[in-house]
């Protein structure tokens, strides 16, 4: 499968893993949480629709 959904590179990501937490428990108004969560819309989108 293939996305069009970016996750580009972010501080908060890094700072995340290091606290052992992901990025929407560690930052959830991050870049880097939104584009996690807008990859798993077009996920749920392209597993549901076909």
Do not use: C, P
Request: net charge positive; glycine share 8%; proline share 0%.
């Amino acid at each position: 499968m293939v996305f069009k959904t970016v996750i580009h590179r972010n501080v908060r990501l890094g700072e995340a893993t290091s606290y052992g937490k992901s990025i929407i428990d560690y930052d959830v108004s991050s870049k880097g949480a939104d584009n996690y969560l807008n990859l798993a819309k077009e996920l749920i989108s392209k597993t549901h629709n076909g």
